[in-house]
């Protein structure tokens, strides 16, 4: 299993980036429940969003909501994260997670520990 996250970049605040988590070696229409993480120099990894893989419910931190908005491409194996009016505190790794589903994911989809794989993280850097 292979997660491949990449769309990271440096942009000013305000501006937009779309990152994209391409999954290869299984089906994100299967049993497996994708979120995105990010992590800031010097802080622990948060989660930022997440999607629900039965009926494709956006569950979003209150750090990014709505500015965040993250789809998933059942065609493509791809889960995107579309960022609008970014700020400084938006720099950070970002990460994609693939979860297999249990029955106690939506008590744990925020935390690292319910993820069983990791994409390599994409860099966003928001500076002037």
């Known amino acids: 299993v292979q997660l491949q996250a990449s769309g990271g970049g440096l942009v000013q605040p305000g501006d937009s980036l779309k990152l994209s988590c391409e999954v290869f070696?299984?089906?994100?229409?299967?049993?497996?429940?994708i979120a995105w993480f990010r992590q800031s120099p010097g802080k622990e990894r948060e989660a930022a969003s997440c999607?629900?893989?039965?009926?494709?419910?956006?569950y979003y931190a209150n750090s990014v909501k709505g500015r965040f908005t993250i789809a998933k491409d059942g065609a493509r194996n791809t889960v995107y994260l579309q960022m609008n009016s970014l700020k400084f505190e938006d720099t950070a790794v970002y990460y994609c997670?693939?979860?297999?589903?249990?029955?106690?994911?939506?008590?744990?989809?925020?935390?690292?520990?319910?993820?069983?794989?990791w994409g390599q993280g994409t860099q966003v850097t928001v500076s002037s």
């Open positions: 997670a693939a979860a297999l589903a249990r029955s106690d994911y939506f008590a744990t989809r925020w935390k690292m520990a319910a993820y069983d794989y």
């Open positions: 999607i629900s893989r039965r009926d494709g419910t956006p």
């Open positions: 070696g299984l089906s994100l229409d299967d049993r497996y429940e």
